[in-house]
């Protein structure tokens, strides 16, 4: 199995951040889980992927060519690709996962993090959505969702594809249910 995992590529202003998206890295390598995700290694990115790596984990960066130079590439990967753009990026992460977790980040985070939760809402894949909201990071984004159902905006019945963690193992006992859907 591989995550996709969506994440800064800063590390945020509480050192509660870098801590959690460590722990979530080793844990997830523990469980032998594999991670997709952008191939920096800076910011929260470079902590996932540096806590799995030293853990023994397998770990894919994929990074658009046009990031190289901004976001510093991870040369000590699993394997590295370098893609044309953030479409090819996006798409390519999207088929190498079993499941999706975003971790606080900005813009390119919540980017990735509503493509993937709308291609569950249309049917394009059935693979788990989740938010680990560390630290109340994502309490105003899930009030949102809320809203949103509230007022007709998405369908009551698509309120499950709404995944909130709060802890790496919650994350992992979410995981381990779609393994055992697997077998």
Known sequence: MNVAIYCGSQTGKSPIYM???????????????????????????GAV???????????????????????????????????DSMHVRK???IDLSDAFIALPGGCGTLDEYF????????????????????NGFYDALILHFNKMIEEGFIREEQR???????????????LKKILAKDK
Not at 162 to 174: G, M, N, R, Y
């Open 160 to 174: 499950d594809i709404l995944q909130v963690a709060t802890s790496a193992e919650d994350i992992l006992d979410k």
């Open 19 to 45: 801590e959690k998206a460590k722990e979530l890295g080793a844990q997830l390598a523990s469980a032998s889980i594999g991670i997709v995700y952008g191939g920096s290694n800076v910011g929260l990115m």
């Open 115 to 134: 493509e993937v939760f709308t291609w569950a809402q249309i049917g394009l894949h059935n693979n788990p959505v989740i938010l680990y909201n560390i």
């Open 91 to 93: 798409k390519k992460m």
């Open 49 to 83: 992927a540096d806590a799995a790596l030293a853990n023994n984990g397998k770990v894919i960066g994929i990074m658009p060519e046009h990031l190289q130079k901004r976001e510093i590439a991870h040369l000590h990967l699993t394997e590295i690709h370098f893609v």
